[in-house]
């Protein structure tokens, strides 16, 4: 069921800082902040040759993530997006599995542009997964 890896997450307090680091520091290109409101997010993703770092900081009162950073002041890797081919295939067979699917289970278009899921981090291990429609 699992494809690539597409991004791996990390929730910062920052995200100009952090992606000047980026640059800077790490010599890494980095892309324009992307404005998701329908998220809750800010991202800017760092391009490597393998796949990619999703740099993300809250947007809005009511972002998914403004709790995760309250546990995490200085940020953290947030969650892991794994690639699948059929999303809504993956979705109705995690559920079947008992995995719980977040929000209404509907797939909502992500910084991608492709239908994008989640799976609660206490299913799988304390991770955060998303999937994303290959
Ligand atoms: C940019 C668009 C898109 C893309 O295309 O890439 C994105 O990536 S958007 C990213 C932001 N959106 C989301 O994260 C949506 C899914 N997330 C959620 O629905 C919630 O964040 C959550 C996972 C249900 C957690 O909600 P929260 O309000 O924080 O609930 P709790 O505080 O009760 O947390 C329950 C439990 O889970 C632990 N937790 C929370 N977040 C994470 C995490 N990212 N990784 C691991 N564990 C996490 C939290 O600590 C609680 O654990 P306990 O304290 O032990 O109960
Ligand atoms: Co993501």
């Known amino acids: 069921m699992l494809g690539r890896l597409n991004h791996v997450a990390i929730a910062v307090p920052d995200l100009a800082a952090a992606s000047a680091q980026y640059r800077t ?3 890494a290109e ?7 409101p329908e998220h809750g997010v800010t ?3 760092i391009v490597l040759p393998n796949t990619k770092i999703e740099l993300l900081e809250p947007l809005g009162k009511d972002s998914p993530i403004t709790a995760f950073l309250a546990k995490n ?3 953290g890797m947030h969650h892991v997006c794994y690639e699948v081919d059929d999303i809504l295939a993956a979705r ?7 995995a719980r699917v977040l929000g ?4 909502r278009l992500g910084a991608h542009d ?4 989640f799976l609660h981090p206490k299913d799988f291990n304390g991770t955060l997964i998303e999937l994303e429609q290959a």
């Not at 980095?30 to 998701?36: A, G, M, S, Y």
């Not at 109705?92 to 008992?98: A, K, T």
Request: aromatic share 4%; net charge negative; charged share 25%.
């Open 25 to 27: 520091m790490l010599g």
């Open 30 to 36: 980095v892309t324009e902040p992307q404005v998701l």
């Open 43 to 45: 991202v800017v993703f």
């Open 73 to 75: 002041p200085s940020g």
């Open 92 to 98: 109705d067979r995690l559920r079947q599995e008992g």
């Open 104 to 107: 209404d289970g509907e797939p």
């Open 114 to 117: 492709k239908p994008v899921l």
